[in-house]
């Protein structure tokens, strides 16, 4: 079994920053791609931004420049750094990690969502 908790989500101005956290636990042998998706209401979800486990990056056009995904892999953790933060990144933020068990399956795992509203 495999849980995903986040952490630092929160209100915040236009222009502020917050950090928001992903820790994975449980029956991890590896995680490959570590991932932030975001949805804000009555849209699609979207990918923000993805950090591979040789800590490639990509990051939505909307965000570049501003964001930053980075991971800590002695602690299963994936982290977002958002900066200058507009009224339009409004959404519920999750984390998606591809995980290989101890029992060296491959699984795709969703955190459980974090609110963050930008206004002033």
């Known amino acids: 079994q495999v849980q995903l908790v986040e952490s630092g989500g929160g209100l915040v101005q236009p222009g502020g920053s917050l950090r928001l956290s992903c820790a994975a636990s449980g029956n991890i042998f590896s995680i490959r791609r570590m991932a932030w998706y975001r949805q804000a209401p009555g849209k699609q979800r979207e990918l923000v931004a993805a950090?591979?486990?040789?800590?490639?990056?990509n990051y939505a056009d909307s965000v570049k420049g501003r964001f930053t995904v980075s991971r800590d892999n002695a602690k299963n953790t994936v982290y977002l750094q958002m900066n200058s933060l507009k009224p339009e990144d409004t959404a519920v933020y999750y984390c998606?990690?591809?995980?290989?068990?101890?029992?060296?399956?491959?699984?795709?795992?969703w955190g459980q969502g974090t609110q963050v509203t930008v206004s002033s």
């Open positions: 998606n990690d591809q995980i290989v068990t101890t029992t060296l399956r491959d699984y795709t795992y």
């Open positions: 950090i591979s486990s040789g800590g490639s990056t």
